[in-house]
């Protein structure tokens, strides 16, 4: 780890830190501190499970971004590869316009997103590259295939992040679509719920 060429006093911020991160941060003259409520002080929205074989998560998809375009409400549909970012975006866009998708080697990939922020797409089929820094208001995100090897807990909890960012929008929904449930996606909601109940308490 990067902190091992380190001296002297230093402080490591992460919304998702790993087993490691906290081993190493627990012992003598080491402190955790936890900061699991937003600046807005709402909660995290709540991810949904919903299971279907892989023909009918794409009918899912297909009603669901309907639903979110006629309330006015932009989707993240994250898709846990390149090759199936692109083949789900060629599928939805047979049935609704209006989207587009990016990955670490779409060209335009800035330019898409800025569109996609100033409402010109209403979906937007996309990989991790999108898990982190992005901000949207009344966003609503879709994890496709979230039983695969990818997501990871702190993948998982990241991602749901997008959702709710916005002090005058803070819910959203946050769904997890997959042919089984997971360790990692269960693992994933029961630390959301824990730091939501921990916001309740303070």
């Known amino acids: ?9 230093y402080i490591m911020m992460s919304a998702t830190p790993s087993k490691e991160v906290i081993d190493h941060f627990q012992g003598d003259n080491k402190d ?8 807005h002080r709402h909660p995290l929205p709540i991810p949904k499970i919903v299971k279907r074989n892989k023909l009918f998560q794409y009918i899912f998809l297909i009603k669901k971004i309907k639903e979110y375009k006629n309330k006015n409400k932009p989707v993240f549909i994250f898709a846990p590869t390149i ?48 898990e982190r820094g992005v901000t949207v208001k009344d966003l609503q995100v879709i994890i496709c295939q979230s039983d695969h090897k990818i997501y990871e807990k702190g993948v998982l909890i990241q991602i ?7 002090k005058d929008a803070p819910e959203g929904e946050v769904i997890y679509l997959c042919e089984k449930v997971t360790q990692e996606m269960q693992e994933s909601i029961n630390t959301i719920s824990k730091n939501n109940e921990a916001l309740l308490d303070g």
């Open 1 to 9: 780890m990067f902190y091992k060429s380190l001296s002297g006093h």
């Open 32 to 39: 955790i501190l936890r900061l699991e409520v937003r600046f």
């Open 83 to 130: 090759s199936l970012c692109e083949k789900i975006y060629r599928v939805i866009s047979l049935f609704i316009k209006g989207g587009n998708y990016v990955h670490s080697k779409r060209k335009f990939r800035t330019e898409i997103i800025d569109e996609f922020r100033n409402n010109l797409y209403s979906y937007l089929v996309t990989t991790s590259v999108l």
């Open 160 to 166: 749901a992040g997008r959702v709710g960012r916005k």
